[in-house]
């Protein structure tokens, strides 16, 4: 037994159990970092600290849903992360949708009819526009429940909340949605 | 508004949003569908809330993780594993073995064995092929038949190992033959294949397995490591071509093995 080959092949099956479990959900990792920090270049590095990080700590998981795990490193790196690269006074109100339409722009036009497709176009970017606008703590919440799918128990694990908290910031998000909404669309 | 229900459930507009996101067990749920049923601003409320949830899954725009990040982020694991793995080779002394094996008595009896990664064969194989690879590259040990000709290359390898390879020619596909090489990665004599991709040296290494499974692409010690498995082997290959060179060759490949005989 070489001690060296034993470290090297357990490292290899360490990465690969790694690869297998966590990285199937990096496109939903990626995604929460955009909707969290407003930009791309920030989300691509907030993610890849996090993924690091969840490596680093990967002993430490055990068995629970490797998705909500990863997304609650995701989202305590993105709030460490605006706190050291973003002054305080500045809220953040990102605007995904703008890059999104420069960089899928050919994607977002397969609507059938030029009409619907302007139409479409026109409630996809208020949704966008809603959700960009809520309070971060009201907007994460809701990724979380509506995209995620995650239950207020995973919620409320992510977010280091209580439930009680979850179930209120997503109430009064939904009710901010619904209002916007209404107006946008009608 | 609310309404009491005979089993001492007492449901009102509270609950919509346990009730719609589907918090509410079964007897909860029941009671507050009776709330329903009297309740008009619960009922247009919850059909609102459906339709928001139908666009924010169907329109919301969405980043997912591009080629750029993926590839910083397998770097970052192989660079991340290297800070742990000491770089220098040591044979482990008698000693050591003992305490290897007094460590594995006391994890098994400890019930540990969870935090011990069993090292699979599979990452066994990679990581022995990648070994091999890089040995034969420093060692300047290409290939131990040169030649451009497949129907010399295969013959060669009878005799010397138990696995007859399967060797294409991809001269068109800007892949030629540069002919064959005899590696062990674990334990047993294994063929490896060599092709040129311009400036870079492509190892091919095959094993016999059934059944299909979609190239995938890993970074390893900084050489580019694509596995797939079809027309009854599992193919690996590695070589400091980048991915994308490594992803033309699985597929000039792949294509041309599935007109083979």
């Known amino acids: 037994v070489d001690l060296v080959e034993l470290k090297?092949?357990?490292?290899?099956?360490?990465?690969?159990?790694?690869?297998?479990?966590?990285?199937?959900?990096?496109?939903?990792?990626?995604?929460?970092?955009?909707?969290?920090?407003?930009?791309?270049?920030?989300?691509?590095d907030i993610v890849q600290e996090a993924v690091l990080r969840a490596f680093k700590y990967f002993d430490r998981f055990s068995g629970e849903k490797a998705r909500p795990w990863l997304l609650a490193i995701v989202r305590n790196t993105c709030a460490s992360w605006m706190q050291k690269n973003r002054p305080r006074h500045l809220t953040l109100v990102g605007d995904p949708r703008s890059e999104a339409e420069m960089e899928q722009g050919a994607e977002i036009e397969t609507a059938p009819s030029p009409e619907s497709q302007s139409e479409h176009r026109e409630l996809a970017r208020e949704i966008d526009r809603a959700v960009a606008s809520l309070p971060p703590d009201f907007r994460e919440a809701?990724?979380?429940?509506?995209?995620?799918?995650?239950?207020?128990?995973?919620?409320?694990?992510?977010?280091?909340?209580?439930?009680?908290?979850?179930?209120?910031?997503?109430?009064?998000?939904?009710?901010l949605l619904q209002i916007q909404l209404k107006e946008a669309v009608g | 508004m609310s309404i009491f229900?005979?089993?001492?459930?007492?449901?009102?507009?509270?609950?919509?949003?346990?009730?719609?996101?589907?918090?509410?067990?079964?007897?909860?749920?029941?009671?507050?569908?009776?709330?329903?049923e009297t309740c008009v601003q619960c009922r247009a409320d919850l059909a609102e809330f459906r339709e928001i949830r139908r666009h924010l899954q169907g329109e919301l725009s969405r980043m997912p993780a591009g080629d750029g990040l993926r590839q910083k982020i397998e770097a970052g694991l192989s660079d991340a594993q290297d800070e742990d793995t000491p770089p220098v080779r040591r044979r482990s002394t008698t000693w050591q073995k003992f305490a290897i094996a007094a460590c594995v008595v006391a994890m098994v009896s400890s019930g540990a064995t969870h935090y011990l990664e069993q090292p699979n064969e599979e990452a066994l194989w990679t990581q022995g092929i990648v070994k091999a690879h890089e040995r034969a590259m420093l060692a300047d040990h290409r290939i131990?038949?040169?030649?451009?000709?497949?129907?010399?290359?295969?013959?060669?390898f009878s005799g010397?190992?138990?696995?007859?390879?399967?060797?294409?020619?991809?001269?068109?596909?800007g892949f030629p033959l540069i002919g064959g090489r005899l590696d062990v990665p674990l334990n047993e004599a294994m063929p490896a294949l060599v092709y040129g991709a311009g400036p870079h040296v492509i190892s091919l290494y095959m094993r016999p397995a059934s059944g299909e499974a979609a190239p995938a692409l890993r970074k390893i010690d900084?050489?580019?490591?694509?596995a797939w498995t079809g027309n009854g082997f599992a193919y690996?290959?590695?070589?400091?071509?980048?991915?994308?060179?490594a992803g033309a060759f699985q597929k000039a490949f792949a294509a041309k093995a599935a007109t083979m005989p």
């Not at chain 1, 966590?22 to 929460?32: C, E, G, K, R, S």
């Not at chain 1, 439930?163 to 939904?174: Q, W």
């Not at chain 2, 399967?166 to 001269?171: A, E, H, I, P, T």
């Open chain 1, 8 to 44: 090297t092949a357990q490292a290899a099956a360490q990465r690969s159990r790694f690869q297998a479990l966590v990285l199937p959900h990096l496109d939903d990792a990626t995604n929460l970092a955009w909707w969290l920090a407003g930009n791309r270049s920030d989300a691509e």
């Open chain 1, 142 to 175: 809701i990724l979380l429940r509506e995209i995620q799918e995650l239950s207020y128990k995973e919620i409320a694990a992510v977010l280091d909340v209580p439930i009680g908290t979850v179930m209120s910031r997503i109430a009064r998000g939904r009710k």
């Open chain 2, 5 to 36: 229900e005979p089993m001492g459930f007492i449901m009102d507009c509270e609950s919509l949003h346990l009730y719609f996101d589907g918090e509410l067990d079964t007897v909860a749920a029941l009671a507050f569908e009776k709330h329903l």
């Open chain 2, 144 to 156: 131990d038949v040169a030649s451009s000709n497949r129907h010399t290359v295969k013959p060669w």
């Open chain 2, 160 to 173: 010397r190992t138990t696995v007859a390879p399967l060797v294409v020619d991809l001269g068109d596909a």
């Open chain 2, 222 to 226: 900084g050489f580019s490591v694509l």
């Open chain 2, 236 to 245: 690996t290959v590695v070589t400091d071509a980048d991915g994308t060179e």
